[in-house]
Structures are given as C-alpha cells and as structure tokens.
C-alpha cells in the first residue's frame, strides 16, 4: 500500500519526506457513535466518544509501528449519513484535504431503505470510488458490522426500540447482506479493495456471540473494543 510506503518514508526521513494522511468517509459508526438514551422526551441523545473510534485506533497502531512518522487521519464520519449524501459531500470532507488513503464505509443507513434503496447506493458507491482514484489517493472499502438480531429486552423508550426493531428486520431479511454483496462487487469493478469486517462479524454470529455483547447500543453501534477489529482488518488490508 502506498500510505504505508509513504509513512514508512517519512519514517526515514523526517525532514525530507511528505507525511501521509489517511480519510475515513462513513456514519455514525465512523464517527465514533455508541450508546444511545433518551435525555427527555422526544429527545433521542448519542454517546460520541472519537477517542475510540476505529480510526484514532488505527492511527495509535500505526504510531507503535512508526513512532517518528507524522500521520494525518480525518475522521469524516457523520451520524446519519448514508452513501448519497457522502458523495455529496466527497469533496468538501475528503478531497481537498489532499488525502494518499480514503476508508469509506457505508450500508447500515443505506439498507433502511430496503431493496428500492439499492441502485441508488451502487451508484453513488461507484462514483465515490471513481472520484477518490482520479485524485491519485488509494482507496478502500469497508464492510460494516453486522446489527441487533432482535430487540434487546431492556430497550423501553419508543424511538430506540422502533430502531431496534427495524436493524432486526433489515438482518432477518438478508436486506443488509444484499447492500454488502452490491458494495463488495461495485469495488471489486472499480479495482478497490474490500476490508470485509462483515463477514467476520457474521462469523461471530454463527459462532454463537451475542450481538448485545459487542453492539454498545445494542442495536447497530459496535463497543469500543470491537472498533480495535476495524483499525486491525484496515491494517492488515494494506
């Protein structure tokens, strides 16, 4: 991989070599979203903790491998977002920061929108791909965690348990599944590689995992240890 090189070269020469910055484009997973709660009625808050998002535990891995390296990393996670709207915003929140590495993750907001959603998700995948390799940076696609299989007992407040709800039908109906397969050929045509977290993340299922013990909302926000499963697979991918 390129960024790798390039941090490796920086590593090397301090002075000389340009350092390496890395965007990661995605939700609210990126972003480094957890718990949710309701603070009052009708008042839906969210945990934001960026310190243990995947992508500040990816750059806390690359600093072990190159102490004396300077590494940029911009998290451009928005809570919400889905693919269509961080096309929209490709430019503002990745390219103009001249990255050598773009992460992008989108599908658990896509996939509410079922299957009429699907088209519009590929290609708005492609052409983030297509604009993210004209501008000379690398670029990767990764897979999402899986979400809840069904709603937590504990989860009493309307809005959440009708999130819950809703994450439970998109995975017992194969909807997200569907939205993984269409992102995974989409890079594959475009000559991006796939860092697929989901399929590890299934594997755990059928393992036996309970999803209540790595999702910190126990609907589609994985803990902050199974973020350290995202910044190790974008590791191993380069």
């Not at 939700?27 to 808050?45: H, I, P, W």
């Not at 806390?60 to 996670?77: E, H, R, V």
């Not at 052409?127 to 299989?149: D, H, K, Q, W, Y």
């Not at 590689?193 to 013990?213: E, I, N, R, S």
Request: proline share 3%; aromatic share 10%; net charge negative.
């Amino acid at each position: 991989m390129k960024f790798m090189e390039k941090l490796s070269r920086k590593s090397a020469d301090l002075l000389g070599a340009e350092s390496a910055t890395a965007v990661f484009l995605g939700d609210s997973v990126t972003q480094g979203c957890f718990e949710v709660y309701m603070k009052r009625e009708n008042a839906l808050e969210t945990v934001f903790d960026w310190e243990s998002s995947y992508s500040n535990k990816l750059k806390k891995l690359l600093y072990q491998i190159f102490p004396n390296a300077q590494c940029n990393i911009i998290d451009s996670g928005i809570s919400g977002d889905n693919a269509v709207s961080g096309c929209a915003r490709l430019e503002r929140d990745v390219l103009r920061f001249y990255p050598d590495l773009v992460v992008v993750c989108f599908a658990l907001n896509d996939s509410t929108r079922g299957e009429e959603g699907l088209e519009d998700y590929r290609r708005a995948l492609e052409e983030i791909f297509s604009r993210v390799l004209a501008s000379g940076a690398e670029c990767i696609f990764m897979t999402p965690n899986a979400m809840c299989l069904q709603k937590n007992y504990e989860i009493k407040d309307a809005p959440i348990a009708g999130a819950a709800e809703l994450c439970s039908r998109i995975m017992k109906e194969g909807v997200l599944d569907r939205y993984v397969e269409t992102a995974k050929k989409t890079a594959e045509r475009a000559g991006v590689p796939v860092c697929d977290c989901y399929a590890l993340w299934k594997k755990m299922y059928a393992y036996g995992a309970d999803p209540d013990d790595l999702l910190s909302n126990k609907i589609n926000h994985p803990t902050r240890e199974l973020h350290g499963l995202f910044a190790l697979r974008t590791l191993l991918n380069g």
